[in-house]
């Protein structure tokens, strides 16, 4: 590989892990948030719904601007985006600046999502992407995991005003001495910009998107919704990161209400502990992949998801602790097999049902309301129940699903 397709690579790597970074905080932040603004679970369900609404409002548009203004120019206005937001929550830490920072933020990264793909492609080699994706992944993961623990260091040591450790003599000074969670902002500023930053000094390689890259005609969108499967497996995507999130946002305060942990430290290494498992499973699904058809896999991961999310609900208070983070393994399969599936389930258009398949994130942002406002009138425990809807709604999938293609194995 050349240096300056490497240099890219290398970008494109560290772009996966900022998103993830500043993408999977809420969890290990629902607490201390609801507590700050004193929150209904209603009102905290309006976090990941202001984030991951804008998913579903720009993924479509973005990939029409990036075919306009190209990859370089909306990866600074992405990460511009993220900037704005985190600082402008950082300057002034209301509930309403916060919901709109969350909604920029989002936007970013939406904008980010829809640009690195194809450039990874390009950059790194058609030949290399297989391997690069998973990579990506393996990256995303492990920034999932960092983002909480580096929550835990802040708040921990601000609140216990350790001023001589790194950062924290800082932080202490520009956050409100109640909301030292709004540390995090700040870090999350500090990057953006930096990213801002590196992405105006690298010089981009020309992108020529292939056709299922392209985001498509009005009439190739028409031409999809009269097809049922392009809507189910929209609700598939949709389903998913509702119960992604529908996990991982509320796990924290679950732990708190029903057994007492300290969502600053364990409720924190829960949520990272789930997005690391996650990291593992999907390493654990690509093998599986190789030996047996998606389907199946898909519907076996299914069922231990529901399973360990039982557990998490029902069970002791170190069985709950567990079970959830464990969740995340069984989950990892889920996003990749129903894009995998949905693709290659229409012989055209598949840049346009791929615009549509991300609309689907959205998920995460309806579901957090759902199980928000469920919990308002009963319990957070009967409001998170919700998830086993989504994910027997996953567990279809893997048995009225028939794609044109089949995943290959090494029995073919």
Do not use: C
Not at 9 to 18: H, K, N
Not at 235 to 253: D, H
């Amino acid at each position: 590989m050349k240096t300056k397709s490497l240099l890219i690579v290398i970008l494109i790597m560290l772009t996966f892990f900022v998103i993830s970074f500043l993408t999977n905080i809420l969890g290990a932040l629902n607490q201390k948030v609801s507590e700050s603004f004193t929150l209904s679970e209603t009102m905290a369900g309006l976090l990941p719904f202001a984030f991951f609404i804008a998913y579903g409002i720009m993924s479509i548009p973005s990939g029409f601007l990036v075919e306009k203004y190209g990859e370089k120019r909306m990866m600074m206005l992405a990460f511009l985006f993220a900037f704005a937001g985190a600082l402008g929550f950082a300057l002034s830490p209301g509930f309403n600046v916060f919901i709109i920072s969350l909604f920029t933020i989002g936007a970013g990264m939406a904008t980010l999502q829809v640009v690195i793909n194809p450039l990874l492609r390009v950059s790194g080699g058609e030949v290399h992407y297989a391997f690069n994706s998973v990579l990506a992944q393996l990256i995303f993961g492990l920034a999932s995991f960092v983002s909480p623990q580096m929550y835990t260091y802040l708040v921990t040591n601000i609140d216990k005003g350790n001023v001589n450790k790194p950062f924290i003599g800082l932080m202490s000074g520009l956050v409100p001495s109640s909301m030292s969670w709004v540390s995090v902002y700040w870090i999350f500023a500090l990057i953006a910009i930096l990213m801002v930053v590196v992405v105006a000094t690298v010089r981009f390689p020309k992108v020529e998107l292939q056709a299922d890259e392209k985001a498509g005609t009005k009439d190739s969108y028409l031409e999809l919704f009269k097809n049922k499967y392009v809507i189910l497996y929209f609700l598939g995507i949709f389903a998913y990161v509702g119960s992604e999130q529908g996990i991982s946002y509320w796990m924290s305060k679950f732990l708190l209400k029903y057994h007492g942990f300290n969502p600053d430290i364990a409720g924190a290494d829960a949520v990272s502990y789930f997005w690391g498992l996650m990291t593992i499973g999907g390493v654990l699904g690509l093998i599986l992949m190789k030996l047996y058809d998606s389907k199946p896999i898909l519907r076996w991961f299914t069922i231990l998801a529901m399973i360990s999310v039982a557990a998490g609900l029902f069970g002791s208070a170190q069985v709950s602790l567990w079970a959830f983070p464990v969740s995340g393994i069984f989950l990892s399969v889920m996003y990749p097999t129903i894009v995998s599936l949905g693709l290659n389930s229409v012989a055209k258009h598949h840049g346009s049902f791929a615009g549509i398949l991300m609309t689907g994130i959205a998920g995460g942002a309806v579901i957090q309301i759902l199980i928000g406002a469920i919990s308002d009138i009963t319990s957070l425990k009967t409001g998170m129940l919700f998830i086993f809807i989504t994910l027997g709604y996953i567990l279809s999938i893997s048995f009225w699903a028939k794609p044109l293609i089949t995943n290959k194995t090494i029995r073919d």
